[in-house]
């Protein structure tokens, strides 16, 4: 028993359309009860009605429950958490009656768009690749219309055209999987799973000039924000008065979502409202500092993009390939985000590297941003680390990175109170624990680079009598999950990974106390691969051991067939990170007595 999806799309010769779609499904677990209680549909009233047409449940007992009227309910739309703000949209919702395991589940609907979108006619379906069922996509249009579909991940397709109508359908089926074929940090869904696009735009170009013309008259330049670009920039010129302005957008407009239509996801509020306002959408982050830049001569331009953790566009370029909007100083070759108030100018995120973006002007082009790598990714743990004769553990450490991975610490970080608490949770993930002090630089200072500064005790953190410890190394604050979260307990892959690129490196001492020296250090470990690599070099100095770590991950994507070279790196690096040290016990007038721990430093 599995879940059916129909949707059939009747499209007029204006691209207004009517959605019919029937969805039939069983409930063969507990945890489906409540996603199939109830069905809802969110909408904009002023284009699109909607028509419960049909629905019941049938019980294992064989009786028929069909929902009353009453069960039917319509209310305004909440924002998403992600966009918070305030939509004119309505979601209506059925609940459906006697749901229980068994239950076999089957609803019509029906919507008519009676308006079409900016972006014209666009179809999209897909299915879930963690779960059995039958997807079946069927479009009737006028032959003379412009459309374009494509497909990915097993749908097969057919276009046909009969008496002037042209009759397109796409099925897909995924059979034989279960929840439990998830993987950890799989690569976006929308990259593998089963995916039919359709739209009725000829291009992206095709997009960013119809996001043109419905901005091109917002970021005007009024007397007030003529005088506030001016107070702004002072002397500054070029890229530091852009990245003066960019500053001031990013700070002082919060970020607030305000759609009063479907095609408010497109249109910009105008620079003067968006400043009057103080908040505003990606959108409005661009029209203003737009305004702004145009006011000191500089030239900008918005580019829409997709803001994600996906790796690749889609299929087929439609709205759906995008998400976000950032600006482009095309004068200086520059993308920036001035939605983040944690990412310095010209800088962007993962989320944000390597992707295509649209470039919307008179004549819009497609361009890519930059691509992140490990160069452009690097985080760097400085520091020292003394063991006392009863074994308490005394450290310090820096913590610099380049600004491409700052945005998440930066935001995470800035309550100064609550920091000092969040390297004691670091320092109980390790063997010798401890309690410590996390000082940072200002996190909303984009003007110079975010740096932390830590120290630690961890009374008695480790046994000096026992001739054996593992070897300490300071909290890691690196912005990258644990590394063994990227394991896979099958010790294979089946779907494509997810991976940060970065270049992570440690440099630090420890130092011995006067009563034990060092038998024996770590080995030095060098691993290079397709992946990347982890080199590990350890050098003895006298009474102290001088450490130097690298962890470098190249891809951004690893497709499982790589997956080996990964789990290599990180169990070298896993092993190394709880290396042993043995000890011997110093001996009065012996050698090791002359030590001198002022030179003990990496």
Not at 146 to 153: K, V, W
Not at 473 to 500: A, Q
Request: some cysteine; aromatic content about 8%; charged content about 25%.
């Amino acid at each position: 028993m599995e879940r059916v999806e129909s949707i059939h799309y009747e499209v007029a010769p204006d691209y207004t359309y009517k959605f019919t779609m029937v969805i039939d499904d069983f409930v063969q677990k507990q945890a489906q009860i409540k996603d199939l209680s109830q069905f809802a549909m969110t909408y904009d009233p002023a284009r699109t009605s909607f028509r419960f047409i049909k629905g019941w449940v049938d019980g294992p007992d064989g009786v028929r429950h069909e929902p009353a009227p009453d069960a039917i309910f319509t209310r305004p739309s909440a924002a998403s958490r992600d966009a918070p703000g305030f939509v004119s949209s309505v979601t209506t919702t059925i609940v459906m009656p006697a749901v229980t395991t068994g239950s076999h589940v089957q609803y019509e609907i029906e919507e008519v768009i009676s308006k079409p979108s900016l972006m014209g006619f666009n179809a999209a379906a897909w299915l879930d690749p963690f779960r059995d069922a039958n997807e079946q996509v069927v479009i009737d249009m006028p032959a003379a219309l412009p459309f374009t579909s494509a497909s990915q991940g097993g749908f097969a397709v057919s276009d046909t055209t009969a008496n002037g109508i042209r009759h397109i359908v796409a099925d897909a089926s995924v059979r034989n999987v279960s929840a439990g074929d998830r993987e950890q940090h799989m690569a976006a869904l929308l990259e593998f799973e089963p995916l039919f696009l359709g739209t009725s735009l000829r291009s992206y170009n095709e997009a960013g000039d119809i996001y043109y013309r419905v901005n091109k008259g917002k970021p005007v330049v009024t007397a007030e924000i003529d005088a506030l670009a001016k107070s702004i920039v002072g002397d500054r010129k070029g890229l530091d008065a852009a990245r003066a302005i960019y500053d001031w957008c990013a700070k002082n407009i919060r970020y607030l979502a305000v759609y009063m239509s479907d095609d408010d996801g497109y249109e910009s509020h105008d620079a003067a409202t968006i400043l009057k306002n103080g908040y505003g959408d990606c959108k409005d982050h661009v029209t203003l500092m737009q305004a702004l830049l145009s006011a000191e001569g500089i030239r900008s331009q918005p580019a829409l993009i997709d803001w994600s953790n996906r790796a690749r566009p889609l299929p087929l370029w439609s709205p759906y390939e995008i998400n976000h909007a950032i600006i482009y100083l095309p004068d200086f070759d520059v993308f920036a985000n001035p939605t983040s108030p944690f990412t310095p100018f010209g800088v962007l995120d993962q989320g944000l590297s390597g992707k295509l973006a649209i470039v919307a002007g008179e004549h819009s082009e497609v361009r890519r941003t930059p691509e992140m790598t490990p160069e452009t990714a690097q985080f760097v743990t400085k520091g020292s680390i003394r063991i006392n004769d009863d074994g308490t553990i005394l450290g310090q450490a820096t913590a610099t990175m380049s600004p491409s991975i700052e945005m998440s610490l930066r935001s995470a970080l800035q309550n100064p109170d609550e920091n000092n608490r969040r390297i004691d949770r670091k320092l109980r993930n390790t063997p010798e624990g401890g309690f410590g002090r996390l000082v940072t630089s200002g996190p909303e200072d984009m003007d110079h680079p975010f740096k932390l500064t830590m120290d630690w005790h961890s009374p008695h953190g480790m046994d000096p009598t026992g001739g054996a410890f593992v070897l300490p190394s300071p909290p890691l604050f690196d912005p990258i999950d644990e590394l063994r979260s990227f394991l896979d307990r099958k010790g294979r892959r089946v779907t494509p990974m997810e991976l940060p690129v970065r270049d992570l490196k440690w440099a630090y001492s420890v130092a011995m106390p006067a009563s034990f020296w060092i038998a024996t250090a770590p080995r030095d470990v060098d691993i290079s691969n397709e992946v990347g690599s982890y080199k590990a070099i350890y050098q003895r100095q006298d009474d102290c051991l001088v450490v130097q770590r690298q962890l470098v991950l190249k891809a951004r994507e690893l497709e499982p067939s790589a997956y080996a070279d990964l789990e290599r790196l990180i169990y070298a690096a896993q092993n190394d990170f709880t290396a042993i040290v043995t000890t011997g016990a110093r001996q009065i007038g012996s050698p090791e007595t002359s030590a001198d721990s002022s030179k003990c430093h990496p």
